[in-house]
C-alpha cells in the first residue's frame, strides 16, 4: 500500500512499493526522494571528498607506474598520508551525519561518533608521517603501540556508526508469542 502526500511518496513497513506484502518486513526510509539543502550539502561534500580521494589515487597510480620523478619526496610521502585518510574520514563523517539526520538519536552517540573517529583519523595521520620521517630509527617501537590504537578507534568508530543506522527501538517486543495451539486432534 502506497500513500501520495505533498512530500513524497510514503512506503509502510512490510509492504512493497507495487502493493504486494514484503515477507522480510523490511522498513525503508521516510522520503527517499528527499530535495532538502542538508541533503544536497551532504551530497556535495561527499562527491567533494571522493573526487579528492579518487583523483590524488590517479596521482598516486601514474607516479609509481610511470616513475615520475618527484622534486621534493617528502611533501609527496606527507600528501599521500595525508590527503586518502582525510577524504575516507570525511566521507564516513558526512554518512554519520545523514544518518543522524535522519534518525534521531541522542545527541551525545553523534558527538562520540565524530570525537573517536577525528581521534582515529589524527592519531593514524600522525603515525604515518612519523613512520616516513623515523624509518626504523629510535622510536619505531611507538609506532607499532599507535598503529593498534588508531585501528581501535576507527573500529570503535565504525560500531559507533552501526549504532546511529539502528531504528528507533519500538514499544512492542521483537519476539510476540505465538497464539496457542488447539489441543484436539487435528483433521
Known sequence: MIRKTARGIHFHRNRHPSGSGCPFGVPTLRNPWSDGTTDRLLFVLGA??????????????????????????????????????????????LIGWGIQTRRRHPPILFLAFVLVEVAGWAIGL??????????????????????????ALDLTALFLLLVLALPPRSATPILQPSPAQPSGPTP
Open 48 to 93: 567533494v571528498a571522493l573526487v579528492i580521494v579518487l583523483g590524488w589515487e590517479a596521482v598516486s597510480y601514474a607516479v609509481f607506474f610511470f616513475r615520475v620523478p618527484l622534486a621534493n619526496p617528502t611533501a609527496y610521502f606527507v600528501a599521500s598520508a595525508v590527503i586518502p585518510s582525510s577524504g575516507v574520514t570525511a566521507l564516513i563523517l
Open 126 to 151: 600522525a603515525t604515518r608521517i612519523w613512520f616516513f620521517i623515523v624509518l626504523g630509527g629510535p622510536g619505531f617501537e611507538l609506532l607499532l603501540y599507535l598503529s593498534a590504537l588508531t585501528t
